[in-house]
């Protein structure tokens, strides 16, 4: 079973990562984990086995978070409280806190950790932690908490977070402070950091503005052979697969304040989802590679 768990696994991870890949295979697919689960199988590993303790599948989640959630999160829907029971084993695992606190960042029910950590990495899923429950994160984060509350110069907050991280999930901390931007000064926060990325860093974070004003920017880079691609991946993550397209902020072809989110969570190709996080984490519990696409979602 073990072998048979692994390419679950291979097969799940390979569909995340495809921009053709619908939502609903997905779901076909991790239907066949919680079948399982339901048969109690004698000869189960331990990810799947009931008599697994809490704290040994906290183990086995912190060796490859991403790849294994979706086992804990299936095991909590056969059992309910065991994403409870493991947070709270890692919690009470100090090298631990890295995975507590991302489980945290996604999971409005869980337990926090009592200590802000150290790391920048695990400082941004903290600091979003923190804000989803209502709390204000310690510096630096009580800036970029008071920039996507439009109480402090985003282009400042950015470039001290960029060289505080070296660009480490820009993906995760950059998008909630360009959404809060002006559509008069978005241009300007993307100018603050262009300097310090990469050309293709800097595709992907024109793609991440939502604004259609840099489309004609994206179409430009279509004359270099290393960058085409990434440009156009963005410019249809803006337009979507009708190539429509809207003034000011849009997402998939529709205008960003008219998007209807179940709609999307539908449409969006699996391997673009993890960009609708930003974009609406408050309406979601789960990460881009939960179980289903999250224990809650529009479209689920």
Request: hydrophobic share 40%; proline share 7%; with cysteine.
């Amino acid at each position: 079973m073990d072998d048979e768990l692994e390419h679950f696994l291979d097969v799940r991870d390979t569909l995340l990562a495809s921009d053709s890949a619908s939502p609903d295979q997905l779901k076909a697919h991790d239907r066949q984990l919680l079948g399982h689960l339901l048969k109690e199988g004698n000869n189960s590993p331990a990810l799947l086995s009931p008599e697994t303790p809490a704290y040994e599948l906290a183990g086995l989640l912190a060796e490859l978070p991403e790849r294994r959630l979706c086992v804990v999160e299936a095991r909590n829907r056969v059992w309910p409280g065991e994403l409870e029971r493991v947070q709270s084993s890692l919690i009470h695992e100090q090298a631990r806190g890295d995975i507590a606190w991302w489980l945290a960042a996604h999971y409005r029910s869980l337990e926090c950790p009592t200590d802000f950590p150290e790391t920048f990495t695990s400082q941004v899923r903290a600091a979003r932690a923190l804000t989803r429950r209502g709390y204000v994160p310690p510096a630096p984060w009580a800036d970029w908490h008071a920039a996507i509350n439009h109480k402090a110069c985003p282009e400042a907050v950015a470039l001290i977070l960029w060289e505080e991280g070296g660009g480490a999930l820009w993906r995760e901390w950059l998008p909630p402070m360009l959404g809060a931007v002006d559509d008069a000064r978005v241009g300007a926060l993307v100018n603050s950091l262009a300097s310090r990325v990469t050309d293709a860093t800097l595709v992907a974070m024109l793609g991440a503005t939502w604004h259609s004003r840099f489309l004609p920017w994206l179409a430009s880079f279509r004359h270099d052979e290393s960058l085409a691609e990434l440009a156009l991946r963005e410019v249809r993550w803006l337009v979507g697969d009708r190539e429509d397209r809207h003034r000011g902020r849009q997402l998939w072809g529709m205008p960003l304040e008219e998007v209807d989110w179940q709609r999307l969570f539908r449409v969006v190709p699996l391997g673009f989802r993890e960009r609708l996080w930003p974009a609406c984490a408050h309406r979601i519990e789960g990460t881009p590679v939960s179980l289903h696409g999250g224990y809650w979602c529009p479209g689920n």
